[in-house]
């Protein structure tokens, strides 16, 4: 990847002031003195998939997405510690299909959401997907934090049909049926008080 572009941008004094980096400093794609401190610290190989699971369960939205063709960080194991992740909607993501992500027409990944969690598997794309493929990272990126996402939570929710349409009827008629019970044992209660003391025996008896 050619990132001569992007270090001058950040190299520009003037855009380091704005970003507030002061003093201004040297941006290098990749530091490796930074990278071999992360190694080092454990960091490298530590799990950080509670963090995702804790925001699901907050009701912070999520997208992971992969270039299909990235070596470094393949797509299959992404997607796999996604499906694993602790949550009250892990069934229901696990069923969700893989749809198509379609831009400009044409499939450029696939993408399968449920309940505020969505991961897009980019095709041909490798490590750095928005320099392989810049117009559905873009797509990808807006869709992901407009209010109306059809990838929100509150939205994958309101188009999930009622499993069982039949319940709110049977619940309904069971409690009118319980009420109507419950009257009929209170009538009975109060003529049962209204019986004359002589009929008794002959209620005992029988």
Same mark, same amino acid.
């Given at each position: 990847?050619?990132?001569?572009?992007?270090?001058?941008?950040?190299?520009?004094?003037?855009?380091?002031?704005?970003?507030?980096?002061?003093?201004?400093?040297?941006?290098?794609?990749?530091?490796?003195?930074?990278?071999?401190?992360?190694?080092?610290?454990? +960091? /490298?190989?530590? &799990?950080?998939?509670?963090? %995702?699971?804790?925001? !699901?369960?907050?009701? =912070?939205?999520?997208?992971?997405?992969?270039?299909?063709?990235?070596?470094?960080?393949?797509?299959?194991?992404?997607?796999?510690?996604?499906?694993?992740? +602790? /949550?009250?909607? &892990?069934?229901?993501?696990? %069923?969700?299909?893989? !749809?198509?992500?379609? =831009?400009?027409?044409?499939?450029?990944?696939?993408?399968?959401?449920?309940?505020?969690?969505?991961?897009?598997?980019?095709?041909?794309?490798?490590?750095?997907?928005?320099?392989?493929?810049?117009?559905?990272?873009?797509?990808?990126?807006?869709?992901?934090?407009?209010?109306?996402?059809?990838?929100?939570?509150?939205?994958?929710?309101?188009?999930?049909?009622?499993?069982?349409?039949?319940?709110?009827?049977?619940?309904?008629?069971?409690?009118?049926?319980?009420?109507?019970?419950?009257?009929?044992?209170?009538?009975?209660?109060?003529?049962?008080?209204?019986?004359?003391?002589?009929?008794?025996?002959?209620?005992?008896?029988?």
């Amino acid at each position: 990847y050619d990132f001569d572009a992007e270090a001058a941008f950040l190299n520009d004094p003037e855009v380091q002031r704005s970003l507030g980096a002061q003093p201004p400093r040297d941006w290098q794609t990749c530091s490796y003195a930074m990278v071999m401190n992360f190694i080092a610290s454990g +960091d /490298w190989l530590a &799990r950080f998939d509670h963090y %995702v699971s804790e925001l !699901l369960r907050a009701n =912070v939205q999520v997208l992971v997405y992969n270039g299909d063709t990235d070596y470094m960080v393949p797509w299959i194991g992404s997607k796999r510690w996604v499906e694993e992740l +602790d /949550w009250p909607y &892990r069934e229901a993501w696990a %069923v969700a299909p893989d !749809l198509p992500f379609i =831009v400009g027409g044409t499939s450029k990944a696939l993408e399968r959401t449920a309940a505020g969690l969505t991961f897009i598997q980019i095709f041909n794309s490798g490590h750095m997907v928005p320099t392989d493929q810049p117009e559905a990272s873009l797509l990808m990126l807006r869709e992901f934090i407009s209010p109306t996402s059809r990838w929100a939570a509150s939205v994958w929710f309101q188009s999930i049909p009622s499993p069982m349409p039949w319940v709110s009827a049977v619940l309904a008629t069971m409690l009118v049926i319980s009420a109507l019970l419950a009257s009929v044992a209170v009538r009975a209660m109060k003529c049962w008080r209204r019986t004359d003391s002589r009929y008794l025996p002959f209620l005992t008896a029988s």
